[in-house]
């Protein structure tokens, strides 16, 4: 069973203090880890795929690593603008391989 | 239009009573997929529909929910005799390749 564990469960940060979130996974033949934001009372909003270990991905202030166990979603500089819920999820190459097993979500608040 | 919709935004109900959830997914996406959301939990899974293959219901909690989706695009996710433990966000997703699109989701109270 996929299985996505997402740490710290909540993060503070003043602004302009970078920091990282991290999705530690087990998955069965990953055929890729997703990030996602969500914010209040919104879908969440696609960030990045992962397709194997090394890759790397950049979005203005945000930078998503892979390895073989973890994601790490680096944050450079944040705004209070960037304050959200991070969910990360994987897709696995098992049985009903379509579906994505999400981590519980990071809330990120970025204090001015 | 330009993303998945769902409607309503927010429904409240009582106990027992039925509700019927829409998705209105990308045009032309042929992956749909229904998720809930519940306070403090991570998404769950709960049915996929593929083009014109038979569905994967393997993440509904219970025979009191079900879904369909009618000539490929909108989805309706039906709850008959809601209880309490089914307030949730219920969440839409449509995909074309590797990733899913969501839409902003139901948020269904059940008193």
């Known amino acids: 069973e996929d299985q996505v564990t997402q740490s710290p469960e909540a993060l503070r940060l003043q602004e302009g203090e970078s920091s990282s979130l991290n999705c530690s996974y087990t998955?069965?033949?990953?055929?890729?880890l997703f990030w996602y934001r969500q914010d209040p009372g919104k879908g969440p909003e696609f960030l990045f795929t992962?397709?194997?270990a090394g890759e790397e991905k950049e979005k203005e202030r945000l930078k998503a690593t892979l390895t073989k166990k973890e994601s790490f979603l680096h944050i450079t500089a944040p705004k209070p603008e960037d304050s959200a819920t991070y969910l990360c999820a994987v897709q696995g190459a098992g049985a009903g391989s379509y579906q994505l097993t999400f981590g519980k979500g990071t809330k990120l608040s970025v204090i001015p | 239009g330009a993303g998945v919709s769902q409607s309503p935004s927010n429904k409240v109900t009582e106990k027992g009573k039925d509700v019927e959830l829409r998705c209105d997914p990308i045009?032309?996406?042929?992956?749909l997929y229904w998720y809930r959301q519940s306070l403090g939990q991570g998404l769950e899974f709960l049915i996929y529909f593929q083009g014109n293959s038979a569905p994967d219901k393997s993440g509904l909690p219970s025979d009191r929910f079900s879904a369909e989706r009618t000539g490929g695009s909108v989805s309706t996710l039906t709850i008959q005799r809601t209880q309490q433990e089914d307030s949730a966000v219920y969440l839409c997703a449509s995909s074309l390749s590797t990733f899913q699109f969501f839409g902003p989701g139901t948020r269904l109270t059940v008193l």
């Open positions: 998955v069965s033949g990953l055929r890729g």
């Open positions: 045009s032309g996406h042929t992956a």
């Open positions: 992962l397709y194997s």
